[in-house]
């Protein structure tokens, strides 16, 4: 076994949260404790010294990540490019969207760092016109929806682009809009 480097406390927490960003990517599966220490080349004991359980490794990723997620939705201009953004961080990032959205006690998520998500797709929707409460908690369950359908290939779209359009014809059409219409407008916003 190669000799356990010597790291401070600090960049080793922050490397270890990113060898578990890393390996979310590389196995779209959660990684071990161990699986993180030795691509770290780092004992498990050394990481357990840093974090109280993978729990709160993980937990530190998915802050992360759902920052990242958040920042990158921000800056959609259309309500397609919001629903394409997510759909495709959803389909890409398999293992990090679903340690994101987990609420099962092996994953420290809070409802108020999920609340971040909410409001800023509130502020993002508002922009677009969309500004009831249940404008939002419609597109965020019909999201969800297509998320956990389309991985589950219980939907038939081809791609996620054409998941994305028929999200927002979804949305639309049960607020009683013009989906067309709305892509035109949107259109002439840019």
């Not at 270890?16 to 979310?24: I, S, Y």
């Not at 993980?58 to 759909?87: C, D, H, M, N, P």
């Not at 998520?109 to 409001?119: A, N, P, Q, Y």
């Not at 013009?178 to 002439?188: I, L």
Request: with cysteine.
């Amino acid at each position: 076994m190669p000799r356990p480097k010597v790291v401070s406390a600090s960049s080793l927490k922050s490397m270890a949260v990113v060898a578990a960003q890393e390996l979310l990517e590389d196995k779209a599966e959660l990684p071990s404790i161990r699986q993180i220490s030795k691509r770290l080349g780092v004992s498990h004991v050394a990481l357990y010294r840093h974090f109280d359980s993978l729990s709160s490794l993980l937990g530190e990723v998915a802050e992360l990540e759902l920052e990242g997620l958040i920042r990158q939705l921000a800056r959609k201009k259309s309500l397609s490019g919001l629903i394409t953004g997510y759909l495709t961080y959803a389909t890409d990032q398999p293992a990090k969207y679903d340690l994101i959205m987990s609420h099962s006690n092996d994953t420290i998520m809070s409802w108020e760092k999920i609340g971040s998500l909410l409001t800023m797709l509130s502020s993002t929707c508002a922009r677009m016109g969309l500004t009831k409460a249940s404008d939002i908690q419609l597109l965020w369950m019909t999201l969800h929806g297509a998320v956990h359908l389309y991985r589950q290939r219980m939907i038939p779209a081809r791609s996620v682009s054409q998941l994305a359009s028929w999200v927002q014809r979804a949305v639309l059409g049960m607020r009683g809009v013009d989906s067309d219409a709305h892509d035109s407008s949107q259109r002439k916003c840019r």
